[in-house]
T-cell receptor, first 117, second 112 residues
Framework: DTGVSQDPRHKITKRGQNVTFRCDPI?????LYWYRQTLGQGPEFLTY????????KSRLLSDRFSAERPKGSFSTLEIQRTEQGDSAMYLC???????????????FGDGTRLSIL | GQQVMQIPQYQHVQEGEDFTTYCNSS?????IQWYKQRPGGHPVFLIQ?????EVKKQKRLTFQFGEAKKNSSLHITATQTTDVGTYFC????????????FGQGTILTVHP
């Protein structure tokens, strides 16, 4: 178990540029989640995948954000035309499939810290 | 939409004192999870509660899920400096099988 891996660890970019982050989940996990976390707040759900299918997307998620998981393994999160308010830590997590009312523990990566100049 | 609130936002204790954080959801939850995030780290899963009124213990940590499945608490007995970090509750509603809604967390500092 090598854990959830995210790349890059830090990204600094100018406002208006596009950025893309990558997440490699734990290999046997079929669920993958993206969250955004700002200072002093809990992780905010963005979207999640079961295998390659994107099953849920936050209503708060602007259409500038798009996520993919083309082969059901790694995932990418792209932000187009970045704005100052996009500055945050972007966390990826993975888990096994849930059963009934019980969920599965989510395993988080170390995140990508995005800073918009 | 679903909201999860945690109190207090900060808690400073002397080593050896007890600590409790409370979590309240605006809607009934199917289950609740607790995570710990050390400074500079990522959230790490602690436990999951599923049943109404459930109580689980992990060494010095005691977790409770309310009878109405809308609130939860985490109690740490005799805190140690290794308990320092932010404790988050995260709830899942019955209408969303994947989405976890996190509280804003309680930041615990422990003075030796």
């Amino acid at each position: 178990d090598t854990g959830v891996s995210q790349d890059p660890r830090h990204k600094i970019t100018k406002r208006g540029q596009n950025v893309t982050f990558r997440c490699d989940p734990i290999s046997e996990h079929n669920r993958l989640y993206w969250y955004r976390q700002t200072l002093g707040q809990g992780p905010e759900f963005l979207t999640y995948f079961q295998n390659e299918a994107q099953l849920e997307k936050s209503r708060l998620l602007s259409d500038r954000f798009s996520a993919e998981r083309p082969k059901g393994s790694f995932s990418t999160l792209e932000i187009q035309r970045t704005e100052q308010g996009d500055s945050a830590m972007y966390l990826c997590a993975s888990s096994l499939d849930s059963r009934g009312t019980g969920g599965q523990p989510q395993h988080f990566g170390d995140g990508t810290r995005l800073s918009i100049l | 939409g679903q909201q999860v609130m945690q109190i207090p936002q900060y808690q400073h204790v002397q080593e050896g004192e007890d600590f409790t954080t409370y979590c309240n959801s605006s809607t009934t939850l199917s289950n609740i999870q607790w995570y710990k995030q050390r400074p500079g780290g990522h959230p790490v899963f602690l436990i999951q509660l599923v049943k109404s009124g459930e109580v689980k213990k992990q060494k010095r940590l005691t977790f409770q899920f309310g009878e109405a499945k809308k609130n939860s608490s985490l109690h740490i007995t005799a805190t140690q400096t290794t308990d320092v970090g932010t404790y988050f509750c995260a709830g899942r509603s019955g209408t969303s099988y994947g989405k976890l809604t996190f509280g804003q967390g309680t930041i615990l500092t422990v003075h030796p």
